[in-house]
């Protein structure tokens, strides 16, 4: 299983961006996908997980700005990011977990930088 992110950038304070995630290889259910965040210095948090049956969490920093939605036909996990804050910068992991055999799967991250 692997996961490619894509979509990062340089944004201003106020704008959008959406990052995406291609899974490829198979992935049993139940599992657990997502998005998490890792800044300079920090830790990596929790930006949204959606397990394979539809429940949803949001990390409190981001939810009413930030939405995931997946498109399973082209195997791809989306994160619509708006309202961007300078705290929203960090590196954005997407992540997988495969909760039949409990390998847990990430992506490289992908950029993304929020100025003022």
């Known amino acids: 299983v692997q996961l490619q992110a894509s979509g990062g950038g340089l944004v201003q304070a106020g704008g959008s961006l959406r990052l995406s995630c291609v899974v490829s290889?198979?992935?049993?259910?139940?599992?657990?996908m997502g998005w998490y965040r890792q800044a300079p210095g920090k830790q990596r948090e929790l930006v949204v997980r959606?397990?394979?049956?539809?429940?949803?969490t949001y990390g409190d920093s981001v939810e009413g700005r930030f939405t995931i939605s997946r498109d399973n036909a082209k195997r791809t996990m989306f994160l619509e990011m708006s309202s961007l804050k300078p705290e929203d910068t960090a590196a954005y992991y997407c992540?997988?977990?495969?909760?039949?055999?409990?390998?847990?799967?990430w992506g490289q991250g992908t950029q993304v930088t929020v100025s003022s």
């Open positions: 992540g997988a977990h495969d909760l039949k055999n409990g390998n847990l799967y």
């Open positions: 290889g198979n992935i049993s259910s139940p599992n657990v």
């Open positions: 959606v397990l394979s049956g539809g429940r949803t």
